[in-house]
Nanobody
């Protein structure tokens, strides 16, 4: 059973940085990918970024491209989301998810979800 624990959320001023962590535990990750999602009150959950464990391939939503960076530390089974130049519209609950990575689709079949961590950006 794969378990994910997200942390690092908090209150930050607009323009500031914040780094989220997603610590994973379970049987195997070499063929997996991890994604970050966010959901603001009254809005649907949206994709933020994803990374493949093996190759480190990364993909971003247009809304965060150039501001957010996703990375992984295979030794620690942890994925990070470095968020810079934060905007009030980035305020949301952020959660991570994992599953098998599809090289052909360059996407993840998300199977396991962690709990969220709240990010609040003040103007």
């Amino acid at each position: 059973q794969v378990q994910l624990v997200a942390s690092g959320g908090g209150l930050v001023q607009a323009g500031g940085p914040l780094r989220l962590s997603c610590a994973a535990s379970g049987p195997t990750f070499s063929t997996y990918g991890v994604g970050w999602f966010r959901q603001a009150p009254g809005k649907e959950r949206e994709f933020v970024a994803r990374v493949s464990w093996r190759e480190g391939s990364t993909y971003y939503a247009d809304s965060v491209q150039g501001r957010f960076t996703i990375s992984r530390d295979n030794a620690k089974n942890t994925v990070y989301l470095q968020m810079n130049s934060l905007k009030p519209e980035d305020t949301a609950g952020y959660s991570c998810a994992t599953g098998v990575w599809s090289s052909s689709l360059e996407n993840v079949d998300y199977t396991y979800w962690g709990q969220g961590t709240q990010v609040t950006v003040s103007s």
